[in-house]
């Protein structure tokens, strides 16, 4: 509520917990701070699940040094913080804070160019095993792949109706690129880093910011953001 009510006054204190990494976040009380946030209470089922959901996204197998917990709290807040003043379902609310934590679980690191899709369907896939209980329908489940799918960056989509995919796209985004030049390259040099990418950081942060310029945000609230 403070950094929503606050902003852009609060922007600072958001730049500092996205760009913290000395120590593990717990993403089991940011989840339950972002329901809160979402007017969502008493959800017992799901606490259950992501109790051992945000076990497995501190797991970092391959040290990855951008899309590790650190990113999962940042696109799960940032979405909260677009979703806050957004008209969603409580079953949408509640889908926003699993996809945003989940979106990236398990990231092997270096993609495997030649198969696009290939980690964000790697991901769906241990999502939808993980959620299992949460009685998905396979209209959900498709709509869920679907997010999951376009936040492979190369291929984001032109146009897009669906609110809630909206938000986590963006808020994947803006977790890197909202700030300020220097935070915008330290993020791109941690990138760099784990995908052993050959371009400076420099050319890597510039490169996000041409494709934002040339495809845009989705939401309003998001462009206000920056």
């Known amino acids: 509520n403070y950094i929503v009510n606050n902003w852009p006054r609060s922007k600072p204190i958001l730049k500092k917990?996205?760009?913290s990494r000395y120590s593990s976040p717990n993403l089991f009380m940011i989840c339950q701070s972002c329901l809160r946030e979402l007017k969502i209470f008493r959800e017992?089922?799901?606490?259950?699940?992501?109790?051992?959901?945000?076990?497995?996204c501190l797991i970092n197998k391959t040290y990855n040094t951008y899309h590790n917990c650190h990113?999962?709290?940042a696109v799960m807040v940032i979405s909260c913080i677009i979703a806050k003043n957004t008209k969603l379902s409580?079953?949408?609310?509640?889908?926003?804070v699993i996809i945003s934590l989940c979106h990236d679980l398990e990231h092997q690191g270096r993609r495997v160019i030649s198969k696009p899709y290939y980690q964000e369907e790697l991901s769906y896939d241990i999502f939808r095993r993980l959620f299992y209980k949460f009685f998905l329908k396979k209209d959900e489940l498709q709509r869920i792949l679907k997010i999951f799918r376009n936040t492979y960056f190369p291929k984001k989509p032109k146009?897009?109706?669906d609110k809630l995919e909206k938000i986590i796209l963006?808020?994947?985004?803006?977790?890197?690129?909202m700030f300020d030049v220097s935070t915008g390259l330290n993020f791109a040099g941690r990138l760099k880093h784990e995908l052993k990418?050959?371009?400076?950081?420099e050319e890597l942060f510039e490169s996000f910011l041409n494709s934002i310029?040339?495809?845009?945000?989705?939401?309003?609230?998001?462009k206000k953001l920056c």
């Open 213 to 222: 310029n040339n495809k845009s945000l989705y939401m309003d609230r998001s």
């Open 71 to 73: 990113h999962f709290k």
């Open 170 to 177: 963006d808020a994947d985004i803006l977790s890197s690129l």
């Open 90 to 96: 409580r079953r949408d609310k509640i889908l926003l």
């Open 17 to 19: 917990f996205v760009l």
């Open 44 to 56: 017992t089922k799901i606490n259950y699940i992501l109790r051992k959901v945000t076990k497995i």
């Open 159 to 161: 146009k897009v109706g």
């Open 197 to 201: 990418m050959t371009s400076t950081s």
